[in-house]
C-alpha cells in the first residue's frame, strides 16, 4: 500500500513554456501532499506544502507565483512551473502524508529540462 | 533552523565490509527519523523509520539507531555488495514545522 505516482516521469521543454506534473496516491487518500525539488548532487529541498482544497503553504524563496501548486482533490496534487527558464531544470519530487502523522509516501519524481 | 549533516560525503568500499553512516542534526527535537536509498536519477525508496519512542529499528542488513539527546542517527551496513551503491539520506521529522528536514546524503560505491 502507500503509493505514490508522479506523472510526467521526464519532461524537455522550451524555455518560456510552461510545465504540469502530477502527483497522485493510488490507495490512499492524502490529506497533505509535499513538493520537493532536488538539484544534481544536491539534497531534496522543500518547495511547499499543500493541503486538499485550501492554498499552499511555500517556503521561504520560492517563488509562489512561478511554481503553482494545485490540491483539488485528496488524491491529486498538480505543481506547474510556469514560464519555465534553464535554471528551472531540476529534479521534482512529490511525497504525500494521510492518517498517519509525521509519516510521508515519496512519489518516484520527475525530472525536467528546460532548453 | 534545522541543519542536517551526513558524513562521510562519499565511501568507496571493497564489497563485504562492514559501513557505519552518520547522520547529526543542530537541533536534536526531532520526532522521528528516516533513512532513504536514491539510486541515480531515481526517486527515495524508504530503508528505515525510527520512531520518536524507538531508538533503532533493523531490516536484512540495515540497522539504523537514533539518539534524540545527542540529535544523532546512524545507519549500519552489514557485509555490504555492489547492489548496495547509492546515495543514502537521512531526515528528520521536527517536533515542530511538521515537515521533513533532509540531509546532503552520503554517495556509496561498493566495489566488487
Known amino acids: 500500500g502507500a503509493v505514490v505516482s508522479q506523472h510526467p516521469s521526464r519532461v524537455i521543454c522550451k524555455s518560456g513554456t510552461s510545465v504540469k506534473i502530477e502527483c497522485r496516491s493510488l490507495d490512499f487518500q492524502a490529506t497533505t501532499m509535499f513538493w520537493y525539488r532536488q538539484f544534481p548532487k544536491q539534497s531534496l529541498m522543500l518547495m511547499a506544502t499543500?493541503?486538499?482544497?485550501?492554498?499552499?503553504?511555500?517556503e521561504q524563496g520560492v517563488e509562489k507565483d512561478k511554481f503553482l501548486i494545485n490540491h483539488a482533490s485528496l488524491t491529486l496534487s498538480t505543481l506547474t512551473v510556469t514560464s519555465a527558464h534553464p535554471e528551472d531544470s531540476s529534479f521534482y519530487i512529490c511525497?504525500?502524508?494521510?492518517?498517519?502523522?509525521?509519516?510521508?509516501?515519496f512519489g518516484p519524481g520527475t525530472r525536467l529540462l528546460v532548453l | 533552523k534545522q541543519e542536517v549533516t551526513q558524513i562521510p560525503a562519499a565511501l568507496s568500499v571493497p564489497e563485504g565490509e562492514n559501513l557505519v553512516l552518520n547522520c547529526s542534526f543542530t537541533d536534536s527535537a526531532i520526532y522521528n527519523l528516516q533513512w532513504f536509498r536514491q539510486d541515480p536519477g531515481k526517486g527515495l525508496t524508504s530503508l528505515l523509520l525510527?520512531?520518536?519512542?524507538?531508538r533503532e529499528q533493523t531490516s536484512g542488513r540495515l540497522n539504523a539507531s537514533l539518539d534524540k539527546s545527542s540529535g544523532r542517527s546512524t545507519l549500519y551496513i552489514a557485509a555490504s555488495q555492489p547492489g548496495d551503491s547509492a546515495t543514502y539520506l537521512c531526515a528528520g521529522y521536527m517536533e515542530y514545522g511538521n515537515k521533513l528536514v533532509f540531509g546532503a546524503g552520503t554517495i556509496l560505491r561498493v566495489k566488487s
Open positions: 525510527i520512531q520518536s519512542s524507538q
Open positions: 499543500s493541503n486538499e482544497g485550501s492554498k499552499a503553504t511555500y
Open positions: 511525497s504525500a502524508s494521510g492518517d498517519q502523522p509525521a509519516t510521508e509516501y
